[in-house]
Structures are given as C-alpha cells and as structure tokens.
C-alpha cells in the first residue's frame, strides 16, 4: 500500500507548500480553523487516491455527515496542524489512515517540512522512510515523552 499512497501524499505536499498566503476561516469552534490549501489538498487526496483504491471509502476533516463502516476506508487530515500552517510554524504534516472492518491496516504521516515519510502497515511494522522504528527500552524515568492536546474546547 505503501508504494500507492506515498506518491500521492508528496504531490498533495507540494500544493500544500505552493500556498504563499491562504485564506483562512473559522469552523466556528474557539481555535478551529480550516484554510483554502486543507481544501486544495483534501480534494486532491480525495481524488487521487479514490482512482488508486477505487473500492475505497472516506472520512475525510473537511467533510460532513460521514461515517465510519466496515469496508475500507481511508481516514484524512489534510493539514494537519492547520493553525501551524497558516503561522508559518513549519510543523504541519499530511495524516492518512486506512482502516478496514474499523480496524487500522495503514498509516502514513509526512511532514514536507524536514521530507520525512512515516508509515506503518499491519503486521509490517512501522517505519520513518525505510528504516524501521522500535520502542526504546528506557526506564519511564529516562523517557521523552511528548503530549499535546487540541484548544477546540474552551471549556476544558
């Protein structure tokens, strides 16, 4: 799956990169927002990987009234990190998912930024290009661990 998807997602990369300036709207939740290149990239994506997977279903960030079946299905944020995008953070990567059954079977997130391509299929393992990640054995005390969390909720 890996060789379909890749191609596609650094295509929807460089219409994400060739926006100098987009325009950006509210989605009408505090901090939530969605710019012209999340459309741009999404139609794109949605395009593109509906002719490479044509039994393929979506859910896609900028779309409505969708649901997750069972039958294949590919799960899309197009920017994600649109409120990093449209600042200039150069933290911003393009996530698909894949899942079937409602189970995950494919993953790939690439950030344009550093051309950092990681993806994961079931029972392949998962990886950062072509090299193979692992879980460092560190003692939890020793340990990095990142977390963030999404201001979409004022309230929280």
């Given at each position: 799956m890996r060789n379909a998807v890749e191609p596609i997602i650094r295509r929807a990369?460089?219409?994400m990169l060739n926006f100098a300036d987009p325009a950006v709207y509210?989605?009408?939740?505090?901090?939530?927002?969605?710019?012209?290149?999340?459309?741009?990239?999404?139609?794109?994506?949605l395009n593109s990987l509906?002719?490479?997977f044509p039994e393929a279903r979506f859910l896609a960030e900028e779309g409505?009234?969708?649901?997750?079946?069972?039958?294949?299905?590919?799960?899309?944020d197009p920017i994600d990190g649109?409120?990093?995008?449209?600042?200039r953070r150069r933290c911003s990567m393009i996530s698909i998912g894949a899942v079937e059954g409602k189970?995950?079977?494919?993953?790939?997130?690439?950030?344009?930024?550093?051309?950092?391509?990681?993806?994961?299929e079931r029972g392949k393992g998962a990886f950062c290009g072509d090299s193979a990640l692992h879980?460092?054995?560190?003692p939890l005390e020793r340990a990095i661990i990142g977390l963030g969390s999404a201001p979409y909720y004022s309230d929280l």
């Amino acid at each position: 799956m890996r060789n379909a998807v890749e191609p596609i997602i650094r295509r929807a990369a460089e219409l994400m990169l060739n926006f100098a300036d987009p325009a950006v709207y509210s989605k009408g939740r505090h901090a939530d927002f969605v710019t012209e290149a999340d459309v741009a990239v999404q139609d794109f994506l949605l395009n593109s990987l509906s002719k490479a997977f044509p039994e393929a279903r979506f859910l896609a960030e900028e779309g409505e009234g969708q649901q997750l079946t069972d039958a294949f299905t590919f799960i899309i944020d197009p920017i994600d990190g649109t409120t990093n995008y449209f600042r200039r953070r150069r933290c911003s990567m393009i996530s698909i998912g894949a899942v079937e059954g409602k189970q995950p079977v494919f993953g790939a997130i690439y950030d344009p930024y550093r051309d950092e391509m990681y993806h994961a299929e079931r029972g392949k393992g998962a990886f950062c290009g072509d090299s193979a990640l692992h879980v460092a054995d560190v003692p939890l005390e020793r340990a990095i661990i990142g977390l963030g969390s999404a201001p979409y909720y004022s309230d929280l």
